[in-house]
């Protein structure tokens, strides 16, 4: 069974226990029992006197892109600052009265998903105001095998909130280890430590762990939907659908006018072993579609050693283009960070002006993407740095 770093913070019981602490948490942040991170170190007499929380809220269920405000935690009575409303990083007067900085937040294992880059946010002020920043690292879902890491790389032109600095977009790292990579290319020199993981080693997903799965985020229910996700979540830029309000979300891809059975078919030809489709129709709740009956593919993972995400999900949308070029058309994604919601597959995958390839004759698409996701460079770069 995996222990959490906040695990073995718990068992190690330091002196620093009596300083005041604000911790970077939210509700899917839980020990090896499923206990609340933030219960168990309150109970344990760490004195921590604010909290801080990522996109989706303290209670892991605000919508996607939506702010949040600040409020008092009804499990602890602590006050809770939001780091994904007025302000994207803890401020002078939000540390004022802290001692040093926890982080305990699980991740996916994604670029595009943003816990990861409101870590980058509290590093950097954890330098700037002088505050220590101890990371409670988590095994990455999804593996740490570097291997299986896909790109692209994200081109400095098109950071945003959802990719700042370059990575690919499945970086198969631990939020401990970004941390460390982070605070050194990047030049912060944070007070930074990391409590590591015991029982982990790069190899493992998640069902592995002997751990229950913890929903991180509204749409991601389930295993299945973080390891589809690097993919997937593609769709976003999309008039298709991923199946968000529906219990298939990041598992599915459908629209009132495809047909199911002819994309399962010509997908099923292309893809090797590891992944096959099958033909669903489902009514999403809210956003695209909402209320109306869409037909389209669920995703079955055979061989989770071995898929490609990302590569999947891009020739996902260039079948459906190829198919449905009436009715397929790119769109636009508003969230909080990027209210006119332009150009998000840019940001998504790291690369500006990126729909033009999708016009590319599929070998050539292909070809092109292929060279993309090879990462070999990130995993010299980041091996430094491993921690497992």
């Not at 690292?137 to 909130?161: K, Q, Y």
Request: proline fraction near 6%; glycine fraction near 8%.
């Amino acid at each position: 069974m995996i222990s959490f770093g906040v695990d073995i913070l718990l068992k190690a019981n330091p002196d620093w226990r009596d300083n005041s602490i604000g911790l970077v948490t939210n509700h899917a942040a839980t020990t090896g029992k499923l206990v609340p991170s933030r219960k168990a170190l309150v109970e344990n007499g760490f004195r921590i006197t604010r909290l801080f929380s990522p996109e989706h809220g303290l209670s892991v269920t605000g919508a996607d892109g939506l702010a949040m405000h600040d409020g008092t935690d009804p499990l602890t009575g602590l006050p809770v600052t939001s780091l994904y409303g007025d302000k994207l990083a803890p401020d002078e007067k939000d540390l004022a009265d802290i001692d040093m900085l926890l982080f305990d937040i699980p991740d996916i294992g994604s670029r595009f998903y943003t816990y990861l880059w409101t870590m980058t946010y509290v590093l950097e002020s954890a330098a700037r105001y002088k505050k220590p920043l101890i990371i409670l690292d988590r095994p990455n879902p999804v593996s740490g095998n570097l291997a299986l890491a896909e790109g692209p790389l994200l081109r400095e032109e098109s950071a945003s909130f959802i990719g700042r600095w370059p990575l690919p977009v499945r970086h198969s790292c631990t939020l401990g280890e970004l941390a460390q990579y982070f605070n050194t290319t990047r030049g912060i020199n944070a007070d930074l430590q990391v409590y590591k993981c015991e029982g982990w080693d790069r190899g493992m997903f998640q069902p592995d762990w002997g751990v229950p799965f913890v929903a991180t985020s509204p749409a991601i229910r389930n295993f299945e939907s973080m390891l589809l996700y690097p993919g997937l979540c593609l769709l976003e830029a999309t008039n298709i659908s991923e199946g968000r309000s529906t219990p298939y979300a990041f598992t599915v891809a459908g629209a009132p006018w495809i047909n199911s059975n002819e994309l399962s078919g010509i997908l099923n030809s292309m893809f090797s072993e590891e992944v096959e489709t099958q033909a669903i129709t489902f009514t999403p709740s809210e956003g695209k579609y909402a209320g109306q009956l869409c037909h389209g593919i669920v995703y079955k993972v055979n061989e989770i050693f071995d898929f490609q995400s990302v590569m999947n999900g891009l020739l996902l949308i260039k079948v459906i283009r190829s198919l449905y070029p009436a009715h397929f058309a790119w769109g636009t994604y508003p969230t909080h960070v990027n209210p006119s919601g332009i150009n998000h597959l840019d940001k998504l995958l790291g690369i500006n002006e990126i729909e033009a390839l999708f016009e590319l004759p599929l070998n050539s698409f292909m070809a092109t993407f292929t060279r993309e996701i090879r990462v070999k460079d990130w995993q010299e770069d980041v091996a430094p740095f491993l921690l497992y």
